[in-house]
């Protein structure tokens, strides 16, 4: 069974940093891409950025590119999404999730497995 769990979002002001978790099991990911996505209110859940099971390939939206990073650590189960000078606009509840397939050129929500956690939330504002 896929399990993940998000953890380290909270207040941020504007042009800060923020580092987000997603723990899953070794067994995850060494079989399954992982994806940050977010949802801000009255918006549609939206793909953040995503890495590759395999050769740890990444992508990013173009709304973060350039100030997102996403990187694993396979000792500690974990996926990171170091989020760099951060705008009010970042501001939504974000999810990891693992992956049906993994892809250079987009991230969709539908191609998350399993249900949806709780997620994150990051806030930015002065």
């Known amino acids: 069974q896929v399990h993940v769990v998000e953890s380290g979002g909270g207040w941020v002001q504007p042009g800060g940093s923020r580092t987000l978790s997603c723990a899953a099991s070794r067994s995850t990911l060494d079989r399954y891409a992982i994806g940050w996505f977010r949802q801000a209110p009255g918006k549609e859940r939206e793909g953040v950025s995503s890495i590759a099971n395999g050769d740890g390939s990444t992508y990013y939206s173009d709304s973060v ?21 951060l705008k ?23 191609s998350a497995i399993g249900s949806w956690g709780q997620g994150t939330q990051v806030t930015v504002s002065s």
Request: with cysteine; aromatic share 12%.
């Open 65 to 85: 590119k350039g100030r997102f990073t996403i990187s694993r650590d396979k000792a500690k189960n974990t996926v990171f999404l170091q989020m760099n000078s």
């Open 88 to 110: 009010p606009e970042d501001t939504a509840v974000y999810y990891c999730a693992a992956l049906t397939h993994w892809t250079l050129m987009s991230l969709s929500p539908r």
